[in-house]
């Protein structure tokens, strides 16, 4: 299923001029090298699978890893496909895997909290939401597609994926952005970063009509071994998603986060499979 997808992007490959179309050839068939090794593979071997230069291969590898399409095992130093691929061939993997207990544990916060969950990744300079469960109050209604990406600083995932960050790595990165796009009541990139000092004492974020105005949502980190790649969040309405509430369903919200966290640091590791079929 995923080479269905690789052949479609493939086939746009004849618009674009030749420069392009060979970044996307190698792009392709190193996640395909990637992918077939469940257990990661390191550069080298990789780059020869791929055929395709080590300097080259480790500059794109970087690149899939920046953008959480892969992720390097910082001991072994091997390349692994992330759960964040998933935001592009979510849809097609086997409900058996990775991604199916996945939403598994967001039905069950959405029941729990009788809202809308859902989980995200941290893909610079914004978040995306990978996937979402409606709550019971959404039945027969539309949800907003995914995947979809939204601004880091008006979410609650936001919030949590960068307190997870070192501050000067957010100031770096962000700044830019921040200055351009994020409103004038947010008091300042400086402002903003001191606010998620809350975020990590208290472990989980809140939005409340940032994102749009009558909207609130809560958010805990996933994390995944010794990284926080992954944030899953519940949302709703303000007049149903009250500041007294907001303790309880913190609550719910880390405890999915926990238990996400413990299934993805087994899971991430066997999820190419899911990918390739073995």
């Not at 990590?200 to 749009?212: C, K, P, Q, V």
């Not at 992954?230 to 913190?250: H, K």
Request: aromatic fraction near 6%; glycine fraction near 8%.
């Amino acid at each position: 299923m995923m080479a269905a997808t690789v052949d479609h992007i493939t086939s746009m490959e004849k618009t674009m001029a030749p420069s392009e179309a060979g970044l996307v050839r190698r792009t392709i068939w190193l996640l395909r090298a990637v992918a077939a090794h469940p257990e990661g593979v390191g550069l080298s071997e990789v780059a020869r699978e791929a055929g395709i230069p080590k300097a080259t291969c480790y500059r794109v590898l970087t690149v899939l890893e920046r953008e959480s399409w892969l992720t390097l095992d910082p001991d072994t130093r091997r390349y692994r496909v992330s759960l964040g691929l998933l935001s592009i061939v979510g849809g097609l993997l086997d409900s058996d895997g990775a991604y199916g207990h996945m939403r598994g544990v967001l039905r069950q916060l959405a029941e729990e909290t009788k809202e809308t969950s859902g989980f995200d990744v941290l893909l610079p300079p914004n978040v995306m939401v990978v996937a979402q469960v409606a709550g019971p109050s959404l039945i027969g209604q539309t949800l907003k597609p995914v995947p979809r990406t939204q601004p880091v600083w008006a979410t609650s995932t936001g919030k949590v994926l960068l307190a997870a960050l070192d501050p000067e790595a957010v100031r770096t990165e962000f700044a830019a952005e921040f200055s351009e796009k994020a409103p004038a009541e947010l008091g300042g990139l400086d402002s903003f970063i001191e606010s998620l000092d809350s975020v990590r004492r208290n472990g989980f974020a809140l939005a409340y009509d940032e994102l749009e105005v009558g909207a609130a949502s809560v958010a805990a980190p996933v994390r995944v071994r010794d990284s926080t790649p992954y944030a899953v969040w519940i949302g709703g309405p303000t007049y149903r998603i009250t500041r007294d509430r907001i303790d309880s369903v913190a609550e719910s919200v880390i405890k999915a986060a926990r238990g996400l966290s413990e299934l993805l640091s087994v899971t991430d590791i066997i999820l190419p499979s899911a990918l390739t079929g073995r």
